[in-house]
């Protein structure tokens, strides 16, 4: 084991350091480890193709809803299918788009992850140098003078860029959760449709209702996680490929073979030029055979790069091409079949069973956008963008398996609400086209943001893939535009409710964020007070709970002031999230010193990264005692060693120190330690062989006797008892705001306040344990 130790002051006092606990292990991957995340990918194959595949159940009919008039315009729809399903799932989502994951997680918030490292975009203003050391802070640098760097000046200049940018973020998130309520609807519905083609005297109603039961059990059954029934998930989608695949080659020979001529780009001119305005407001149908690629870049982490472009190329493209294909050879000599036009199609020997299989597909399709919609509602609450929720793990084994209760039950009554509402694919169809044409501007302008920045490409190439991405994007924007009466207001007014939800939440956020940095104790007032603090120091450990990286909170001198005692030691709890997908748990906790040794007084920072959940750290507590138990004996070393010639806290020297370190464990090390103090101004390395130094072996051995002592101080502390103290804040908006923020502060956030998680659930705080202080914040 290596230990690292970093020492930073204090902005207000030179009495403080801080260091950071990183003990980095040197072990191989756990063989069994390896093999569960393999077998979990096998199984999630079949949760991120699923939703493109099911498309062919119903893009002819929302392409053509009021019929077929010239069998010409077939293959002009045809043609237009390849070559968006080309342009956009292959060349732009799956060799480009998949490309700018953050480690292996995709999606809107990942992408914004990596923004944010790379310029200071952030508008929390939590974050702390040593954060940038982390070993998952990848990020790039560039020269001063390049493109990227006149872009990344450009986007930190003004406030108004950056929430320019966490806005656009925000309407690509809402219009994601829209797909979450709109896949499962027509989906189903369109599966479920197939039981009125076998039986043609069946009314509506009771397509809706299977529908609408399916519904309610895959809803319900979001609890159990996929880790139980995920193993079928890549068979379903791999047998429902194949079927899709060999049906459309079957109906192309049977039907008409001419229809291949499609791949010829002159009828997509043809058709727009024979149509007019209906061929254009066609493209809305058009578009729902590229549904599901946001959902692809979203599952995106169960999978490496490679392997989504070689099934995607290999498997899914041909099969698609061929059922799109067979359908319209199929709709050349059958017309007035259009409405069903996939079901009419299937040969009568099979058609049950591919019934079934359309039916367990349509609910795999779904179970894709249901979990991509809690993965990125699970991000936004990371970064302080979405009202504290309930987070479960629904598998011991991955961490990227969760469940939202609260969320998945309001998609549930939405989609409900939808199938029932609309009663037909038409209109769903029209309302599903808006959020994914949406969302895919959104993925392009972030790109963009990516291939300069991250990626330091040449703006030339940046301009060619931003212009061909626009043009094909705001082509389908500008038909969807004509359907916003006809159904497509439904994502907008979805995703307006989650964005006044979203955008009010962080506002408030930050501006509770801004009036504790603002109100902070300053470090001269705590010296003052003495050792004692001007009060009675009673046994025992307070955790007080702050969401401040830096100086000591507001609540603390309300605490102190209003109270007559207060415990022999105090530690100020910070738990932020940064813009990284996980913080590695042996690098997790930063601890500082306030003030001189005799205060009693530490900070300890737990950090946390978007996919991290905290309650999965039951032993939190102690984690967080082993880090402050090894600050102090490596302070201890560190100050034993301040008398050597060979040791500058500011200077670049090497001190030679004692082998006989202690691990979190309190076990003699022999080990080489890599020990790295920083100050403010610098970070020096100071390493300890096995060879120690006589001079710094004597000073080791004068200190410690004050190691054990406040070893045994903290631990009789800690056997007294360990309160938690956490501010109940109340936020209002201050006299003379404008109205709008008024709204904002004392009705909307006040409200998320009031029925989100209370900070002492999320921490896991013992109820006899916990002590809230009560305060009103004027922002």
């Given at each position: ?270 058709y727009f030029r024979r149509g007019g305005r209906d061929g254009w407001t066609s493209l ?311 003030g001189p040794k005799n205060f009693h007084m530490f900070r300890c920072v737990a950090r ?74 610098s970070i020096v390395p100071v390493k300890s062989p096995l060879h120690v130094n006589s ?85």
């Open positions: 084991m290596a230990a690292r130790v970093e020492i930073d002051e204090d902005n207000e006092t030179n009495k403080g350091s801080m260091w950071v606990l990183d003990q980095k292990l040197d072990q191989p991957m756990d063989e069994e480890a390896g093999r569960l995340r393999n077998m979990y990918r096998e199984k999630s194959l079949g949760v991120v193709y699923g939703d493109l595949g099911t498309s062919p159940l119903y893009v002819f009919y929302n392409t053509f809803p009021h019929g077929i008039d010239d069998p010409e315009d077939i293959i002009g729809a045809l043609s237009l299918i390849i070559y968006s399903l080309t342009l956009i799932p292959l060349l732009k989502y799956v060799f480009i788009v998949c490309r700018a994951n953050d480690s292996g997680q995709g999606g809107t918030f990942a992408l914004y992850s990596l923004l944010c490292r790379h310029a200071k975009v952030i508008t929390i203003p939590n974050q702390h140098r040593t954060d940038e050391e982390l070993t998952t802070y990848s990020r790039s640098t560039f020269h001063e003078k390049s493109f990227a760097a006149k872009t990344k000046r450009w986007l930190e200049h003004q406030t108004f860029r950056k929430n320019a940018l966490l806005m656009l973020v925000l309407v690509g998130t809402c219009m994601v959760i829209g797909d979450g309520i709109l896949t499962p609807a027509i989906s189903v519905l369109s599966a479920s449709g197939g039981i009125k083609v076998d039986h043609p005297h069946m009314s509506n109603g009771v397509v809706v209702l299977v529908a609408v039961v399916i519904l309610v059990g895959l809803f319900s059954m979001q609890h159990y996680g996929t880790d139980r029934v995920g193993w079928l998930f890549a068979p379903i989608v791999l047998l429902w490929f194949l079927l899709i695949g060999g049906i459309g080659m079957l109906n192309i020979w049977k039907y008409d073979s001419s229809v291949l001529k499609a791949f010829s780009p002159v009828y997509i001119y043809r809305g149908g058009i578009m729902l055979s590229i549904t599901g690629t946001e959902a692809l870049f979203a599952d995106l982490a169960h999978f490496p790069v490679s392997a989504i472009q070689i099934a995607f190329t290999v498997v899914v493209f041909p099969c698609l091409l061929l059922a799109y294909s067979g359908q319209a050879a199929y709709l050349m000599n059958h017309q007035d079949h259009v409405v069903d036009a996939f079901y009419r199609s299937i040969p009568d020997s099979i058609y049950w069973p591919v019934f079934i299989v359309a039916t367990a597909a349509a609910i795999v399709a779904s179970q894709a956008t249901i979990s991509a919609t809690f993965s990125i509602i699970k991000q936004a609450l990371a970064l302080g963008c979405f009202p504290r929720v309930k987070v479960v793990h629904t598998s011991k084994k991955f961490l990227g398996q969760i469940y939202i209760p609260d969320i998945n039950w309001i998609l549930m009554i939405l989609c409900i609400a939808v199938t029932a509402g609309f009663k037909n694919q038409s209109q769903i169809g029209n309302a599903y086209g808006t959020a994914v044409v949406i969302v895919m501007l959104a993925t392009t302008l972030l790109m963009t943001l990516i291939m300069i920045l991250v990626w330091r490409c040449h703006w030339i190439l940046v301009l060619i893939f931003t212009a061909l991405s626009l043009v094909v994007e705001c082509t389908y924007f500008s038909a969807v535009l004509f359907k916003v009466d006809q159904g497509g207001w439904v994502p907008l007014v979805i995703a307006a409710a989650f964005l006044v939800i979203m955008y009010v939440w962080h506002y408030g956020t930050v501006k509770r964020y801004e009036f504790e940095m603002h109100s902070k104790v300053s470090m001269a007032w705590i010296l003052g007070l003495g050792p004692s603090l001007g009060l009675v120091r009673v046994p025992g450990i307070g955790l007080v709970y702050t969401e401040l990286a830096r100086g000591v909170p507001h609540i603390f001198s309300h605490f102190i002031t209003n109270l007559p005692a207060i415990h022999s030691v105090v530690v100020f709890v910070c738990v932020k999230y940064l813009p990284v997908y996980t913080v590695p748990e042996e690098e997790r906790f930063l601890v500082k010193r306030i946390y990264g978007y996919k991290d959940l905290h309650k999965k750290d039951e032993n939190f507590e102690k984690k967080l005692f082993d880090s402050l138990f090894l600050f102090v004996r490596l302070e201890t070393m560190m100050e034993g060693c301040s008398d050597s010639d060979e040791y500058s806290l500011y200077g670049q020297q090497t001190l030679q120190s004692t082998d006989g370190l202690l691990n979190n464990n309190g076990n003699s090390t022999s080990s080489n330690q890599d020990l790295t103090m920083s100050s403010v101004d001079t710094v072996m004597s000073s080791s051995q004068m200190s410690s006797h004050t190691e054990t002592d406040e070893l045994e101080f903290l631990n009789s502390c800690r056997d007294a008892g360990v309160v938690h103290i956490l501010g109940n804040t109340v936020v209002r908006a201050s006299r003379g705001s404008k109205f709008y923020k008024k709204i904002a502060i004392d009705y909307i956030y006040a409200f998320l306040r009031k029925i989100c998680r209370e900070n002492s659930v999320i921490f896991n705080v013992p109820h006899e344990s916990l002590l809230n202080v009560g305060q009103i914040f004027y922002v």
